[in-house]
């Protein structure tokens, strides 16, 4: 039996999601720090982790578009520098091999 691979698991996708996650945990962090010194709740009660994680979610969703974005603009930046790279090194290869 092999092993199959979701065809949405790419390093671009991972790094989306990974950027999107980032975002969500910051906010809900920023959310629990001014709960805690703004309001008479702590930020360890249910109600701060709760709304939390609901803000941090939003943030995230409402900026995943320009997250996508620069994620993807990103990726292409490093495929086409790797891209140059190599055709740099086949060229200072192929006359060795005259």
């Known amino acids: 039996m092999a092993l199959e691979v979701d ?17 969500k945990s910051k906010v ?10 703004y309001t008479r709740f702590e930020s360890d009660d249910t109600v701060v982790k709760v ?14 578009p320009y997250t996508d974005k620069v994620v993807d603009k990103t990726a292409d930046f490093v495929v086409a520098r790797r891209e140059k ?14």
């Open 51 to 64: 709304s939390a994680n609901i803000i941090g979610w939003g943030v995230s969703a409402k900026l995943k």
């Open 28 to 37: 809900v962090k920023a959310v629990k720090v001014a709960a805690d010194d």
């Open 7 to 23: 065809p949405d698991f790419t390093p671009r996708n991972v790094a989306k999601y990974a950027v999107t996650f980032v975002i």
């Open 85 to 98: 790279k190599d055709q740099q090194k086949d060229q200072k290869e192929a006359p060795s091999e005259q």
